[in-house]
């Protein structure tokens, strides 16, 4: 099974800052890589797929990036809004929609 | 517009089962996966599995092959999720989300609300 994991696991930053989270899988994936963010007691929201494609709506802030194992999710300028946890999640292989364990971007 | 619509909160028993339903509106239920979702108390997602709502065809987390069975109801849009030999450790929020495709690949695009599920004696 592809194994995903982020860095860091917790993340404290200020409004306005930039920030990056990363992400590596286990073994190449070409850019079958997504990105959600998740607000506490509400489902995950998809933000980016395929590694770098913003989902419609989803502010121009928020950026991903990489390819093959790595992969980086940048909020160029923190919002209020976007202290949130994310996650990644690789789409590889086939019917098999591993996880990462999540990064928890909390206010400084 | 899409709308995946959980059941309710469930509290069972260690031992026991639980079925959590999905009822799907707004797109063609035939034309997309379903998959589950879930979230331990204060933990990270954990993918459980994949159905296809237009043959049924089924893939499953390895750790919970042999306790868990998805199926699909095309006559009601709805999809449903068994777990059965319940423990502790499957307390957690249960969600499904749908399966669909952006660039040709897969994203979970749209999330039900979530289902609590507590196991406790």
């Known amino acids: 099974d592809i194994q995903m994991t982020q860095s860091p696991s917790s993340l404290s930053a200020s409004v306005g800052d930039r920030v990056t989270i990363t992400c590596r899988a286990s073994?190449?994936?070409?850019?079958?890589l997504n990105w959600y963010q998740q607000k506490p007691g509400k489902a995950p929201k998809l933000l980016i797929y395929?590694?770098?494609s913003l989902q419609s709506g989803v502010p121009s802030r928020f950026s991903g990036s990489g390819s093959g194992t790595d992969f980086t999710l940048t909020i160029s300028s923190l919002q209020p809004e976007d202290f949130a946890t994310y996650y990644c999640?690789?789409?590889?292989?086939?019917?098999?929609?591993?996880f990462g364990q999540g990064t928890k971007l909390e206010i400084k | 517009q899409v709308q995946l619509v959980q059941s309710g909160a469930e509290v069972k028993k260690p031992g026991a089962s639980v079925k959590v339903s999905c009822k799907a509106s707004?797109?063609?239920?035939?034309?997309?996966?379903i998959s589950w979702v879930r979230q331990a108390p204060g933990q990270g997602l954990e993918w459980m599995g994949w159905?296809?709502?237009?043959?049924?065809?089924?893939n499953y987390a390895q750790k919970l092959q042999g306790r868990v069975t998805m199926t699909t109801d095309t006559s009601t849009s709805t999809a449903y999720m068994e777990l059965r030999s319940l423990r502790s450790d499957d307390t957690a929020v249960y969600y499904c989300?749908?399966?669909?495709?952006?660039?040709?690949?897969?994203?979970?695009?749209?999330w039900g609300q979530g289902t609590l599920v507590t196991v406790s004696s």
């Open positions: 989300a749908r399966v669909g495709t952006r660039a040709q690949r897969w994203v979970f695009d749209y």
């Open positions: 707004g797109y063609t239920f035939t034309s997309y996966g």
């Open positions: 159905i296809s709502a237009y043959n049924g065809n089924t």
């Open positions: 073994q190449s994936i070409s850019s079958y």
């Open positions: 395929a590694a770098s």
């Open positions: 999640q690789q789409s590889y292989s086939t019917f098999m929609y591993t």
